[in-house]
């Protein structure tokens, strides 16, 4: 079956450490997303990617860092630099900017706690 | 910013329609709508999708108003899995990118 894929579903850092979130998607899409979302609200663009080895800052990128080495990965480190890490992150793909009507398609998300 | 406004929550019973609103008074002429819907702690779904026209799939019906400043969604016969939050979101394209703005959604609950 197609899909997206994040793992884990769940993640647990101390303050201060780097940590990576991992994104697959087997849907043969070019663009990549990562959002997170924060309790009550909706959902805000991290990074995105819309063809392999190039990416784009989102609204809200600070603290975060992305590599689109391959087509189907689109991992998002969540650095020390980030001041509230703690937080769902969703990331979703989707045909490239070239497809006029493009429905993007979401993992189920790691929902990431920093103690 | 959202450029979308929808209300906080809606109840509804089970077996009859479900119609989510939702404004959009600053859209522009080529900017879509996009309804998602979350249910808990899960990934967004999408659900439907337009720019002028109604729209209807096996999930919805979309229905855009003349001057594109506001929109209905309609989930026909509601049942209890279809409590989640609903977004309505407007599609930003800027040259080559391509942006969901994201509001704060409608909360809706099927009740038996």
């Known amino acids: 079956d197609g899909g997206i894929t994040q793992s884990p579903k769940y993640l647990f850092r101390k303050e201060g450490q780097n940590v990576t979130l991992s994104c697959e998607q087997n849907l043969n899409h070019d663009a990549m997303y990562w959002y997170r979302q924060d309790p009550g609200q909706g959902l805000r663009l991290i990074y995105y990617?819309?063809?392999?080895?190039?990416?784009q800052k989102g609204d809200i990128a600070e603290g975060y860092s992305v590599s689109r080495e391959k087509k189907e990965s689109f991992p998002l480190t969540v650095t020390s630099a980030q001041k509230n890490p703690t937080a769902f992150y969703l990331c979703a793909s989707s045909t490239g900017s070239g497809q006029i009507n493009t429905e993007a398609f979401f993992g189920q998300g790691t929902r990431l706690t920093v103690v | 910013d959202a450029k979308t406004t929808q209300p906080t929550s809606m109840d509804c019973a089970e077996g009859r329609a479900a119609n989510l609103p939702c404004n959009h008074s600053t859209i522009s002429g080529n900017e879509y709508v996009y309804w998602y819907r979350q249910i808990h702690s899960q990934g967004p779904q999408y659900i439907i999708h337009?720019?002028?026209?109604?729209e209807t799939n096996e999930m919805a019906s979309l229905i855009i108003t003349e001057d594109r400043k506001s929109s209905t969604l309609i989930l026909p016969h509601a049942t209890l899995r279809d409590t989640a939050v609903y977004y309505c979101i407007v599609r930003v394209d800027a040259g080559n990118n391509r942006k969901l703005i994201w509001g704060l959604g409608t909360s809706l609950a099927v009740n038996p």
């Open positions: 990617s819309q063809i392999v080895n190039d990416f």
């Open positions: 337009g720019l002028k026209n109604n």
